[in-house]
């Protein structure tokens, strides 16, 4: 194990009672903690305060998120209070349509409001935490280089988390830096499901399955907990459905198998990404079709998924609202393989008893969250319609044999709870 990493926090424990005492240790409550999110086409930020009563973390003060970053989107920058209400809301144009320009345009409004608490540390979320890296841990200058070193396993993913956390170096000069780990949620799984059928010399160099959206995993846990206890230490699948998406199986609240695996290009199909794909196909395309091992990773992570099989956009809400055909086929893909891994997952947990819903389609898509439910209908998933249609947190009739649901994750205030531990140990 390595040296920074320390043991691994159960996912539960990590997130029940105890975690945030009134008065932290070495923390004041007229300070606060900034939380960075970097994901493949947004950047999230969060300001909260650095101590809180109770098991439960406070709201944050204000959230912030820069989405629709990259070429295609159109991007935009918007910051919330506590209740939601809109304290900034501008187009981010040129260069700040980047992850990086939009971190900048974040960081620049927080600096323009004065006379602020100080920020006493700033969590990150970090997508890829390799084998050593289990639990949340300070960062340094070693710990970053070695993240590094997994930059080409998420390559749209971990060098906007590492430039997120040196712009904050440099904004925040001297103030602790916390890593939070979107693999580390999976490290709860047995070794014959962390296995590639590939020679045991791979797998102990580092080739397995390793797993992501940790971070949002451990928040539908503790939100489930809280909301349906007596469901939440049974069988539940949770389908985090964005830009990125997987699904997790979990048993007691912690994961069995998810879809990801080596890489965040894994599993399900996803907005650029093409989902599983059998590997023959890329050696075909460097043999047969002359491409360099570039050109694959731009076509996998960058070109495919609902963007390349609808030609249309990546993003769903643009797909339902298109009347071309290969738009609805792209829909109609991205439903059939959520399906079908709903199956593998089941299998894989011998039943299921809860479904719960999450990401920016998860929470949003109310049509689509219907098609799936009712291609699941056979696994005793009885949608209703109307509760759907309205957002309800749960989805399903009250006599259905399986209960699906509806969350909105919060990785924010996970990462912060987090960073509130580690630099209060």
Not at 309 to 328: C, H, I, Q, Y
Request: charge should be negative; charged fraction near 20%; glycine fraction near 10%.
């Amino acid at each position: 194990m390595h040296p920074r990493a320390g043991r691994p926090v159960p996912p539960r424990r990590a997130l029940q009672a105890g975690a945030l005492p009134g008065q932290v240790q070495g923390l004041r409550l007229t300070e606060s903690l900034l939380t960075l999110n970097a994901g493949s086409s947004s950047i999230k930020v969060a300001l909260f305060a650095a101590g809180g009563e109770g098991d439960a973390l406070p709201a944050a003060r204000w959230s912030g998120q820069a989405d629709g970053l990259g070429a295609e989107l159109k991007a935009r920058l918007r910051v919330r209070d506590a209740q939601g209400r809109t304290l900034h809301d501008a187009a981010l144009d040129g260069d700040r349509r980047s992850h990086q320009g939009a971190l900048a345009a974040l960081l620049e409004w927080h600096a323009q409001q004065g006379g602020g608490d100080r920020i006493a540390a700033v969590g990150h979320r970090i997508v890829h935490g390799g084998v050593n890296f289990v639990a949340p841990v300070r960062i340094d200058d070693a710990v970053l280089a070695e993240l590094a070193a997994f930059e080409p396993l998420a390559p749209l993913h971990q060098p906007h988390n590492l430039a997120g956390v040196r712009a904050a170096m440099k904004a925040f000069d001297g103030v602790p830096q916390v890593a939070c780990f979107d693999t580390a949620f999976h490290s709860t799984q047995t070794e014959v499901n962390r296995r590639f059928a590939l020679p045991r010399a791979f797998h102990d160099a580092g080739v397995r399955r390793y797993g992501f959206h940790g971070l949002s995993y451990e928040s539908i846990v503790a939100q489930f907990t809280r909301l349906a206890p007596e469901l939440a230490d049974k069988r539940v699948i949770v389908a985090h459905l964005g830009n990125g998406a997987s699904m997790c199986a979990m048993a007691q609240g912690r994961s069995v198998a998810t879809t990801m695996s080596f890489s965040p290009l894994d599993g399900l199909t996803m907005g650029t990404r093409c989902g599983h794909l059998d590997a023959a196909v890329v050696l075909y395309l460097m043999r047969s079709r002359g491409m360099s091992a570039e050109q694959v990773e731009a076509l996998l992570f960058r070109e495919s998924g609902l963007l390349g099989l609808s030609g249309v956009s990546s993003d769903m809400r643009e797909l339902e609202a298109s009347a071309a055909p290969e738009a609805a086929e792209a829909i109609a893909h991205f439903i059939e393989q959520v399906v079908q891994h709903m199956g593998s997952l089941a299998a894989a947990l011998r039943g299921v008893d809860a479904v719960i819903f999450t990401g920016g389609i998860g929470e949003n898509a109310s049509a689509l969250r219907e098609r799936i439910l009712e291609e699941c209908d056979w696994l005793g998933v009885h949608v209703d319609a109307a509760a759907n249609g309205a957002g309800h947190a749960r989805l399903t009739t009250p006599e259905s044999p399986v209960s699906a649901w509806m969350l909105r994750t919060d990785e924010e205030a996970v990462i912060a709870r987090h960073t509130v531990q580690v630099i209060s140990a």
